[in-house]
């Protein structure tokens, strides 16, 4: 009894002396975006909560995609933190650079396609919670006029454009998805304008990809239903809001965590779904009670694996048909996704 008693105290010490683990997030917007910025930092917090003073997080935010970056990533490795998350998709030339010099860190890159045996790529199927929100979207217009204000040109937002269009087909096949670019992530004024234009041109429902809630709040200012990113963007438009698909980082990053104080940690390519729960849905009281329950079960139906958003038949605004009945893209199609389906007006080139 005695020997075990020894033994668990000589191990409560070596976890008491142990140095905590150093973790650092790089981001490309503010803690209080209210978007996606936002929701990795609610997981780092989640994180300190979890593992408490066995680790030690640091964050550096509004990181200028291609200029400011590579010099972030190579101080925090220099200050040789063991895990480093860098949460752009911007940054992903500049992870491959930093984590080829420094070997003994682990870098993890969110949305980005390029790994390395110190560098691993992170991000989730928000295409299923955005197909769930285009249900709402095709329900709930009377203009068949919705408008969307996207970010950049790329797969990712592409490939979300396409899942919330398919939504809005389900439920209204009459209606049309009018995108405006930005080629913004993070500018609230010019999101706010992409969203009038819409306003004007006949929307009365504005969805966006963006990481500030402007869209939502110029909906709301003309009394049009919103559909948020991100987060529950509820607050900025309360009397309009109607839906958004959602982050949840913190399970991820507290898996992340684990494998790396175990010495389980393998590059690898994680893309999780609504099953795993880093990506859902939130739904406000203006859905109706019908409408809410038809969500509710095409979102069990892609827990099941019982349906794939993206299933055939599918139509490009060619009239091309890119997918059969019953036939869905492959992962690597989804992610270099550049084409836009039929009822979506605007160009993804």
Known sequence: MKTILIAVLALLASILLAEPLGIAF?????????????????????????????????FIE????????????????EREVRLVFSTSFGFMDDVVEVAKDFPGTIFMHCSGYKTAENLGTYFGRIYEPAYLTGLIAGKMTKSDLIGYVATFKIPEVIRGINAFAIGVSKT??????????????????SEEEAADALLDLGADVIAQSQDSPA??????????????????????SPDTFLTSPVWDWGIFYERM?????????????????????VVDIVMSELVPDDLMNLVKNERKRIIESDYHPFEGPLIDQEGNTKYSKGETPTDEELLAMDWFVDNVVGSPK
């Open 26 to 58: 790089v981001y490309v917007g503010s803690v209080d975006d209210g978007g996606w910025t936002e929701k990795h930092d609610e997981g780092r917090q989640y994180i300190e909560k979890v593992f408490g003073n066995r680790i030690e997080t640091s």
């Open 62 to 77: 509004n990181v200028i995609e291609g200029e400011q970056d590579l010099e972030v990533l190579r101080g925090f490795a």
């Open 172 to 189: 209204n096949p009459d209606a049309k998805i009018h995108v405006i670019w930005t080629e913004t992530w993070f500018d609230p004024s």
């Open 215 to 236: 869209a939502v709040q110029a909906a709301g200012q003309r009394g049009v239903y919103a559909i948020g990113y991100n987060t529950d963007m509820s607050a900025f």
């Open 257 to 277: 965590i684990n494998e790396v104080i175990d010495d389980k940690w393998i590059s690898s390519q994680y893309w999780g779904g609504i099953g795993d729960g």
